[in-house]
């Protein structure tokens, strides 16, 4: 049964944590976080912790390079720490980042 979380707290780490745990069936932690530096950095904290059952969920070049439009511009420091990230799912993503130059929070998606 899918769980829709927002905003890992203690308490949220915590659930999830204890449904992972869960062996009948395998269970997945499927995050979407923003694209920019506070939210890439939640995620990879969060694909640390709970690998192997962490799944990122469309957070890529390509869907960025879609979106990234209308987004607020990233600070010179945002991108010098782009840069320097890794992002194993994905290892063009903060490089593309910091090139476009554009963060996208939830409020700047649109369709």
Known sequence: MPI??????????RLIELFLEQE?????????????????QVTL???????????PWWPGADTYKCWSVHGPTLSQEEKERLQ???????????ITMAHVGRKIVSGNVCC
């Open 45 to 55: 904290a969060l694909a640390n912790r709970f690998a192997p059952g962490f799944v």
């Open 84 to 94: 320097r990230m890794e992002i194993p799912w994905d290892t063009s993503l903060p």
């Open 4 to 13: 829709l979380l927002c905003k890992p707290s203690v308490a949220i780490l």
């Open 24 to 40: 009948e069936p395998a269970q997945r932690l499927c995050y979407s976080g923003d694209f920019d530096v506070a939210s890439l």
